[in-house]
């Protein structure tokens, strides 16, 4: 299994980017979709997260400013951030928790995808 996320650049203050990643390989379920992030010196942090029951969680900086959404079908999720400021800037991983079959579930991590807000 493996997640591949896509998404990130450059923008300047204000502006918007949206973050995709779809899982691949031998999947029977997933579970918890989401996204994390870690800036230079910090701690990796939760940005949000989905199930597949549909419950949302967002951490309280991104409220308001970050839409995360989830496509079954594709086994993707994504993240629309709009009015983007330098402290959002940091690598951007998603996350899913994916069973393998009936009974094996498994963590698994994107690659990172670099988010850089800066006029």
């Known amino acids: 299994v493996q997640l591949q996320a896509s998404g990130g650049g450059l923008v300047q203050p204000g502006g918007s980017l949206r973050l995709s990643c779809a899982a691949s390989g031998r999947i029977y379920s997933i579970n918890q979709m989401g996204w994390f992030r870690q800036a230079p010196g910090k701690q990796r942090e939760l940005v949000a997260m989905t199930t597949n029951h549909g419950t949302i969680n967002y951490a309280e900086p991104v409220k308001g400013r970050f839409t995360i959404s989830r496509d079954n079908a594709k086994n993707a999720v994504y993240l629309q951030m709009n009015s983007l400021q330098p402290e959002d800037t940091a690598v951007y991983y998603c996350?899913?928790?994916?069973?393998?079959?009936?009974?094996?579930?498994?963590?698994?991590w994107g690659q990172g995808t670099q988010v850089t807000v800066s006029s």
């Open positions: 996350n899913a928790d994916i069973a393998s079959n009936w009974e094996n579930w498994s963590t698994y």
